[in-house]
């Protein structure tokens, strides 16, 4: 099936601002342009391409369709010529990032109903993808994934994948749900980083340590 102009160019938009946190991460990392290239487009695509494999959909979309590889390579190179502009613009990327956040996890929780998922399988794809392609960022600079660590960031994914799947469960599965969805996604991602919230992490390790 064709996706929409509107639903491609959302999810061009989603691709070019993951790539340039990848980017932003790759050269913060002193990797050279190939380095930075490579490590953009896995932060872009690797989530849809986790969706599309789990849902035995190959080659995934984005390796089918032209512009969803040029586009991390175009914001690769952009990131690597002028970083210290696009690091000034980090609250822009941050808030972009939490828009593309909600829109991939909605969009991938309800490919996966339609695919046949239960609402377990289907939050599950939802939230990889959601959150795939910055563990697989963090993984390829040898740093434990920041969202495993800290940041509300895979909670906001898992809140709206578990809405996604409400509403394919009481038959309101439109567009206003949808759209509300991703909105309640990208609004949680952007209270937890405005107030510094973080999932609970244990306490006294210290003292376990030193024992």
């Given at each position: 099936m064709t996706a929409s102009t509107t639903q491609l160019s959302l999810?061009?938009?989603g691709v070019f601002v993951f790539a340039l946190s990848g980017g932003l991460a790759a050269v913060r990392a002193r990797l050279d342009?190939?380095?930075?290239a490579v490590v953009a487009s896995v932060t872009a695509l690797?989530?849809?391409v986790l969706r599309d494999t789990l849902l035995a959909e190959n080659p995934p979309y984005s390796l089918r369709h032209w512009p969803y590889l040029i586009v991390p390579v175009v914001a690769s190179a952009v990131v690597f010529r002028w970083h210290p502009q696009?690091?000034?613009?980090r609250k822009l990327v941050l808030v972009l990032d939490g828009a593309g956040?909600?829109?991939f996890t909605v969009t991938a929780t309800q490919k996966s109903l339609e695919a046949g998922l239960g609402w377990a399988g289907a939050t599950m794809v939802g939230v990889i993808t959601g959150i795939g392609g910055g563990v697989l960022r963090d993984v390829l600079l040898r740093q434990i994934p920041v969202v495993?660590?800290?940041e509300i960031y895979a909670v906001a994914a898992l809140i709206g994948a578990g809405l996604v799947c409400l509403g394919h469960s009481i038959s309101?599965?439109?567009a206003p749900w949808l759209i509300g969805t991703a909105l309640v996604v990208f609004a949680v991602r952007m209270l937890a980083l405005r107030r510094h919230?973080?999932?609970?992490?244990p306490r006294n390790l210290e003292d376990q340590a030193g024992g």
């Open positions: 999810d061009l938009v342009l190939f380095g930075v690797g989530g849809g696009v690091s000034r613009a956040l909600g829109l495993l660590q800290r309101q599965l439109h919230w973080s999932a609970p992490t």
